[in-house]
């Protein structure tokens, strides 16, 4: 065992202690806190397979944008955190069943001998003009092109989806008419009225001045 593989388990082991803690931590804001750290680990699984562009991708987009935004929204929500976990307990047993399904699908695949994965071979040498964001260019758009576009209609329907959700008409939503909007006059929303106050001030300090007399 060389040291390329120690330090796959050790990362393997705090991603699944990460991954463990972001859906049994009581507190929101630690759940977000060990799901950073599950990112990292995986930034360093693309390291040991000398993938450096989706690694520093993986902590720039996800660590470094996506998480802080999570991270924002959730310490400014009011959560009920006693709420959310009500049913924990009741659909635990669901839940493992699929966590187990889904281990033991990828133990399938990673111990097939048509993936060529089970065998643990070292790296070949890369070549010195080697860049794997080339080489992942060039597997995006042409190997896998349809599960790429696939993908892609997907995140868009996802999109379009939320959009939808968020616009629907509901009883304690306000929304704003843009055809009405245009149409308003400012006489309609503004009245200006005259006040003459140089007047009343002069009349109230004679009055002082008079009961002062």
Do not use: C
């Not at 993938?51 to 996506?66: N, P, R």
């Not at 187990?100 to 097939?112: C, G, N, P, Y």
């Amino acid at each position: 065992m060389n040291l390329t593989t120690v330090i796959f388990y050790v990362l393997s082991a705090i991603l699944i202690f990460a991954a463990l803690r972001v859906v049994t931590a009581k507190n929101p804001v630690h759940a977000v806190l060990y799901l950073v750290l599950a990112f990292f680990t995986s930034a360093g699984h693309w390291l040991l397979l000398e993938a450096e562009f989706l690694a520093i991708t993986l902590v720039l987009v996800y660590v470094g944008a996506v998480m802080v935004l999570f991270l924002f929204v959730v310490m400014m929500l009011d959560i009920n955190i006693e709420k959310l976990r009500e049913g924990f307990w009741n659909n635990l047993p669901v839940a493992a069943l699929v966590g187990a399904i889904m281990v033991f699908e990828m133990a399938l695949i990673l111990m097939s001998p048509a993936t060529g994965l089970g065998q643990f071979k070292a790296a070949a040498p890369l070549a010195a003009d080697y860049s794997n964001v080339k080489v992942l260019g060039h597997q995006l758009y042409t190997t896998y092109l349809l599960p790429f576009e696939i993908a892609a209609v997907v995140l868009l329907l996802a999109m379009v989806a939320a959009i939808g959700l968020t616009m629907r008409a509901r009883k304690d939503s306000k929304a704003i008419d843009p055809a009405i909007q245009v149409k308003v006059r400012r006489e309609d929303r503004v009245r200006i009225v005259k006040m003459d106050a140089v007047k009343q001030v002069e009349e109230a300090a004679a009055d002082s001045g008079e009961q002062q007399a």
